[in-house]
C-alpha cells in the first residue's frame, strides 16, 4: 500500500510547521519610517489643498469685497504654514530658525500667487 504524499500547501497560505520570521528592530525601524513618510505627505498635501482652496475661493468674490479676498488669501498662507509645520512634526524634526524659514517660504506661496492675482 502506497502513501499519498500531503498537499503541499500554497505559499501565501500560513504554514504551522514553518512559522514567520520575527521582525527585527531594523525592520520595525524602516516600517515607521515608511509610515511617517507616508503620512506626513497625506496630511501635507490635504492641508495643503484646503489652503489652494481658500485662496481659489478669494477669486470668486466679488472685486468691491477686497478685504474678503485678501483674508482669504491670508487664512490660506496660514494653512499653506501649517501643513510644511505639520510635516515636521510627524518627522519629529524640530523647528529650528532654518526650517521655521522654510516653511514660512514654502507655505505662503499659495498667499503670494493669490494676492498677486487679486490685486491685478
Known sequence: MTQEPT????????DPDAPRK?????DVARLEHVQRTVMSVLV??????????????????????RVAQVGLCLLGGAFGVLAVAA?????????TPT??????????????IGLYVVYR
Open 22 to 26: 520575527r521582525a527585527t528592530a531594523a
Open 99 to 112: 526650517r521655521a524659514a522654510t516653511a514660512l517660504a514654502v507655505g505662503a506661496v499659495p498667499a503670494v
Open 44 to 65: 501635507g498635501t490635504t492641508i495643503f489643498h484646503l489652503s489652494v482652496g481658500l485662496v481659489i475661493g478669494a477669486f470668486f468674490i466679488d472685486d468691491s469685497e
Open 87 to 95: 510635516a515636521y512634526a510627524i518627522h519629529r524634526k524640530s523647528l
Open 7 to 14: 498537499p503541499r500547501r500554497a505559499r501565501h497560505l500560513m
